[in-house]
Nanobody, 124 residues
Framework: QVQLVESGGGLVQAGGSLRLSCVAS????????MAWFRQAPGKERDFVAASSGSGSSTVYADSVKGRFTISSDNAKNTVYLQMNSLKPEDTAVYYCAGAAKRIPPEEASDYLYWGQGTQVTVSS
């Protein structure tokens, strides 16, 4: 099995920055792609960003392009989400997810492993 643990969430003012981290443990060799999703209260879980294991392929939701960056440190089994120019509409619980697919998918159903989530709140 694979365990994913997120950290780094918190409260920030609009225009500020946060960096989320997700540490993977267990059978991490099963992970070819990693992603971040988010879910606001009363809404569906939405795709944010994804990356292949090598980092050579990344994809972003239109709503975060140019503001968020996904990266990874394979030596630490950690994936990051750097979030800049945060907006109140970015407020959500952010989830880390892992997939056994080499091309990072954008559909939540393609991800086998999920973290418990970390809350990000952006005040106006």
């Amino acid at each position: 099995q694979v365990q994913l643990v997120e950290s780094g969430g918190g409260l920030v003012q609009a225009g500020g920055s946060l960096r989320l981290s997700c540490v993977a443990s267990g059978r991490t060799f099963r992970l070819y792609s990693m992603a971040w999703f988010r879910q606001a209260p009363g809404k569906e879980r939405d795709f944010v960003a994804a990356s292949s294991g090598s980092g050579s392929s990344t994809v972003y939701a239109d709503s975060v392009k140019g503001r968020f960056t996904i990266s990874s440190d394979n030596a630490k089994n950690t994936v990051y989400l750097q979030m800049n120019s945060l907006k109140p509409e970015d407020t959500a619980v952010y989830y880390c997810a892992g997939a056994a697919k080499r091309i990072p998918p954008e559909e939540a159903s393609d991800y086998l492993y999920w973290g418990q989530g970390t809350q990000v709140t952006v005040s106006s």
